[in-house]
């Protein structure tokens, strides 16, 4: 039984017409394979020189939680980054059209939160399923937040969807 979905900047449609996926569809569908032997050769170099590489990468945010450096170590394997560019690939040939039928049919379960600046789905996808379903719990985020929340926004995020699904939670 599922009380509530929340689809959080959800890239559910259009993935590779968005501004973003027009940029990275050739990147991710032609070009992948020249990313592996960086990767391959970037692997070799000691855990911390790679976890001072990827603080370098991310020393432009707010706040960075040392759980996304450790996590981030792991994209200096080439097994991981072929699963990721080959899954994102298919992500942009395979996520088309939204599945409006089962929106519709789980409409009252479903909040949406979609970014005012996300280039992976922009306010006009925010704009046309608010206009396709007026009577959704579809929301659009004022606090800035971006697509890749986890990096810079987690903590702020679980608790604006904590009290979202309070009155849920309390209902158990």
Not at 38 to 49: I, R
Not at 63 to 90: G, K, P, R
Not at 109 to 132: A, H, N, R, V
Not at 158 to 172: C, G, K, R, S, V
Request: hydrophobic letters at 40%; a neutral charge; aromatic letters at 10%.
């Amino acid at each position: 039984q599922v009380l509530r979905s929340v689809l959080l900047f959800p890239t559910i449609e259009r993935m590779a017409q968005s501004p973003q996926g027009k940029l990275m569809t050739p990147l991710l569908c032609k070009l992948r394979y020249v990313l592996y032997m960086p990767v391959y050769l970037l692997s070799f170099l000691p855990e911390g020189v790679k976890a001072s590489l990827v603080r370098f990468a991310l020393r432009g945010m707010k706040t960075c939680d040392e759980s996304s450096i450790t996590t981030s170590v792991n994209l200096f394997s080439v097994d991981c980054i072929a699963n990721i560019l080959y899954m994102a690939s298919q992500e942009m040939m395979k996520v088309v059209e939204r599945d409006s039928t089962t929106i519709k049919q789980n409409l009252k379960k479903l909040i949406f939160y979609y970014g005012t600046g996300d280039s992976w789905c922009p306010q006009q996808y925010y704009d046309e399923i608010k206009m396709d379903f007026p009577d959704g719990d579809i929301r659009l985020c004022e606090k800035g937040l971006r697509h890749a929340f986890v990096l810079d926004a987690s903590k702020e995020m679980a608790a604006m969807i904590t009290d979202w699904l309070q009155d849920d939670l309390t209902n158990l």
